[in-house]
């Protein structure tokens, strides 16, 4: 009983973690959105371990990339790969997630993502 609560508190930890950050999100991305690319490239680059977690930040990648439009290509593809990444190797519900965002990115930068791989983990989860 103890392990489970210590777990869930760890998961809250990390959730409260990225909730702070949502709502600094939100503010930066009123002023400044390349702070906004920024701080999303740094959470990337940490672990993150939580499923819900990665799945808000495959939103709000999703979100930025879309809104961006100045956006470097070297800051985008890294986003993509982190987002594909999470494709191959998590929980069903993170997999959905990047799936989602990988097909909903491929309308905005065309052939240069490969939504094969969404399909494919699509209709494994279905």
Do not use: W
């Not at 069903?92 to 094969?116: P, R, W």
């Amino acid at each position: 009983m103890i392990g489970i609560t210590i777990k869930m508190f760890a998961c809250f930890s990390q959730f409260s973690k990225i909730a702070g950050q949502k709502l600094l999100l939100f503010e930066l991305k009123k002023q400044d959105p390349m702070s906004c690319l920024k701080l999303l490239y740094q959470i990337t680059q940490s672990k993150v371990s939580t499923s819900i977690t990665k799945c808000q930040l495959s939103r709000y990648i999703k979100t930025s990339l879309v809104e961006n439009t100045a956006i470097d290509q070297r800051m985008a593809k890294s986003f993509i790969s982190y987002i594909e990444s999470c494709l191959a190797k998590d929980e069903d519900v993170v997999q959905f997630e990047a799936a989602k965002s990988i097909c909903e990115l491929f309308e905005v930068f065309g052939a240069g993502i490969n939504v094969e791989n969404a399909f494919q983990v699509l209709v494994q989860l279905a």
